[in-house]
């Protein structure tokens, strides 16, 4: 379940995406100098759906981690427990944002054809930078090093070889989820860098269509990657691809 919440959060991020291209693309062609009806919307969209994804990687690597120091703890491994955490970081997702709404925090940037938050010291940027990357990221970091630890000092004492196997196995999947969030820090990596150039002085004028191209690609490579490390989803495409019609 945790899998296909993230596959779902890619799919809605890459979704609000190509919209953000099609746009893009159709202002430019037409040499559109204005905002339509739901270019703010899709500004929203895009911090939630980011966060939605950022935070679907700290519940997988949470969820490994209460397998190996919890693997005993039947409810917290239970869809029940996994739907609720889904549940609340979805909420955390579409709420967070919403001042940035009413507050005209996203606005229309005429050279990038998108509305974005303007990148620049300010509190809204500052609180985006915490809720979107930095507290999502940082806690998957500390979960895998509490694992790691953990697994380490499981090896010194006299333990069911069982468990030990599990843990290690467990590791290991957790180590794919640490892959998949290098490449969310390399997709965020150049925005994060003009954000930083934004507290000191003027990004480039085209800031975000650099920022959106590379991090479209990139995202393209981490869907890549996350069906790579999901066999039963691997599974079911094949099987809808080799299934024939009955005679």
């Known amino acids: 379940m945790l899998t ?94 919403i001042g940035f709404l009413f507050n005209g925090n996203i606005i229309y940037n005429i050279d990038n054809q998108i509305c974005q938050i303007p990148l620049q010291l300010s509190f809204s940027m500052v609180f985006l930078t915490l809720c979107l990357y930095m507290v999502p990221v940082s806690l998957i970091i500390f979960i895998y090093l509490k694992l790691v630890r953990y697994v380490k000092e499981m090896r010194h004492r006299i333990i069911v070889v069982n468990t030990l196997s599990r843990a290690r196995r467990q590791l290991r999947i957790v180590r794919r989820t640490i892959i998949l969030v290098t490449i969310l820090i390399a997709i965020c990596f150049v925005y994060a860098i003009f954000i930083f150039i934004s507290f000191f002085t003027d990004p480039p004028k085209y800031h975000f269509r650099i920022a959106y191209v590379i991090g479209n690609l990139l995202t393209l490579l981490l869907m890549i990657v996350l069906f790579r490390f999901t066999k039963p989803i691997i599974i079911c495409i094949k099987e809808i691809i080799n299934r024939r019609p009955s005679t």
């Open 4 to 97: 296909a919440n993230t596959c779902l959060a890619e799919l809605i991020m890459s979704t609000d995406a190509f919209c953000i291209a099609i746009y893009t693309l159709h202002n430019d062609l037409n040499q559109i100098k204005y905002a339509d009806f739901f270019c703010i919307f899709r500004g929203y969209l895009t911090y939630v759906s980011c966060a939605m994804l950022n935070y679907s990687f700290l519940l997988q690597a949470f969820y490994r981690y209460v397998l190996v120091v919890h693997s005993t703890s039947l409810f917290l491994q239970s869809i029940q427990f996994q739907l609720f955490f889904i549940c609340i970081t979805w909420m955390i997702s579409f709420v967070y944002p």
